[in-house]
């Protein structure tokens, strides 16, 4: 099992190439890479030139950090065709950089608008149609999450779609911080995805539903908004026994990645919170496991 930092908190103070030994001097040995304004910005072209790359993962193998996945977020499934063919454009050149970079696991959003499931599912097969080919020349593999605003927000639909999808290297990502908008079914969906899979994002939350759907108040009343935290493991209600035991049960062995954000004042001492937190929750469930195979490296 590897566990990762998303050094996202970090971003605002540090240059993508700076990255690797921030996530080394929080005790991480992986690093995963998501949308940085210098890297892959969110919904845009790639802004990382061929030099940048290399000098990228030198600096990672001179920190003794290795690169877990590249993490874009592209308007790959519309809603409209302008907006899909440049989000393919841009997955082809983050395909390479990740290539580049010697990783061979991307993860990422469905992305497409919940008001028009049909359109976006349309959209996003499209793309497959495009990508696959060149994801399977690369030789990279392909994690997918269900998000809260995305045309696939339910866990259970959301590892439908990746079993559709038929492709061995395609599999599913449960994130942690998602858990009261995909169903609040942690262990059902852990189960249901079964070898499907292969990445966690752990961070808490808050149950948005809870108090009979009082928890936040937004103005106007039935605003569609989704509000969710990427917060430290304790300071939200989502059952990490739950969870883990869950993964252990089903013989989970991929990526587990830190993914809190918001709370940038504080971004040192919760990253090494959140890996002791996380190596003693992998302790605890999976003890009984194969010597060795799911200790965190």
């Given at each position: 099992?590897?566990?990762?930092?998303?050094?996202q908190?970090?971003?605002?103070?540090?240059?993508?190439l700076?990255?690797?030994?921030?996530?080394?001097?929080?005790?991480?040995?992986?690093?995963?890479?998501?949308?940085?304004?210098?890297f892959?910005?969110?919904?845009?072209?790639?802004?990382?030139?061929?030099?940048?790359v290399?000098?990228?993962?030198k600096?990672?193998?001179d920190?003794?950090v290795?690169?877990?996945?590249?993490?874009?977020?592209?308007?790959w499934?519309?809603?409209?065709?302008?907006?899909?063919?440049?989000?393919?454009?841009?997955?082809?050149?983050?395909?390479?950089i990740?290539?580049d970079?010697?990783?061979?696991?991307?993860?990422?959003e469905?992305?497409?608008r919940?008001?028009?499931p049909?359109?976006?599912e349309?959209?996003?097969?499209?793309?497959?149609?495009e990508?696959?080919?060149?994801?399977?020349?690369?030789?990279v593999k392909?994690?997918?999450?269900?998000?809260?605003?995305?045309?696939?927000?339910?866990?259970?639909?959301?590892?439908a779609?990746?079993?559709?999808?038929?492709?061995?290297?395609?599999?599913?990502?449960?994130?942690t911080?998602?858990?009261?908008?995909?169903?609040n079914?942690?262990?059902?969906?852990?189960?249901?995805?079964?070898?499907?899979?292969?990445?966690?994002?752990l961070?808490?939350?808050?149950?948005?539903?809870?108090?009979h759907?009082?928890?936040?108040i937004?103005?106007?009343?039935?605003?569609?908004?989704?509000?969710h935290?990427?917060?430290?493991i304790?300071?939200?209600?989502?059952?990490?026994?739950?969870v883990?035991?869950?993964?252990?049960?089903?013989?989970?062995?991929?990526v587990?990645?830190?993914?809190?954000?918001?709370?940038?004042?504080?971004?040192e001492a919760?990253?090494?919170?959140?890996?002791?937190?996380?190596?003693?929750?992998?302790?605890?469930?999976?003890?009984?496991?194969?010597?060795?195979?799911?200790?965190?490296?």
């Amino acid at each position: 099992m590897k566990l990762a930092l998303d050094p996202q908190m970090f971003y605002a103070t540090h240059s993508v190439l700076e990255l690797p030994d921030v996530v080394a001097r929080m005790g991480y040995k992986y690093m995963e890479l998501s949308p940085k304004a210098d890297f892959v910005p969110f919904f845009s072209y790639p802004r990382a030139d061929d030099a940048t790359v290399v000098a990228l993962r030198k600096r990672a193998a001179d920190a003794g950090v290795a690169i877990a996945s590249v993490l874009p977020v592209l308007r790959w499934s519309g809603p409209g065709e302008d907006e899909r063919q440049a989000a393919v454009r841009a997955w082809k050149r983050a395909i390479q950089i990740a290539v580049d970079l010697g990783v061979d696991v991307m993860n990422s959003e469905f992305n497409g608008r919940p008001e028009a499931p049909e359109l976006a599912e349309s959209q996003f097969l499209r793309s497959m149609d495009e990508l696959i080919p060149v994801f399977e020349r690369e030789g990279v593999k392909l994690v997918l999450e269900p998000h809260p605003d995305d045309f696939i927000e339910d866990g259970h639909a959301a590892v439908a779609m990746v079993r559709g999808l038929d492709k061995e290297w395609i599999s599913f990502l449960y994130c942690t911080p998602h858990t009261f908008h995909q169903g609040n079914d942690a262990a059902g969906i852990i189960v249901d995805a079964w070898k499907k899979v292969t990445y966690v994002h752990l961070a808490d939350t808050l149950d948005h539903t809870a108090s009979h759907g009082l928890r936040y108040i937004v103005n106007p009343p039935g605003s569609t908004v989704r509000v969710h935290q990427h917060a430290e493991i304790g300071r939200g209600e989502v059952d990490f026994d739950e969870v883990f035991g869950a993964l252990a049960a089903v013989g989970f062995d991929g990526v587990v990645s830190s993914c809190v954000f918001g709370w940038e004042e504080h971004a040192e001492a919760i990253s090494v919170r959140q890996r002791e937190k996380a190596t003693a929750l992998i302790a605890k469930h999976f003890s009984s496991a194969t010597p060795g195979r799911h200790t965190p490296r």
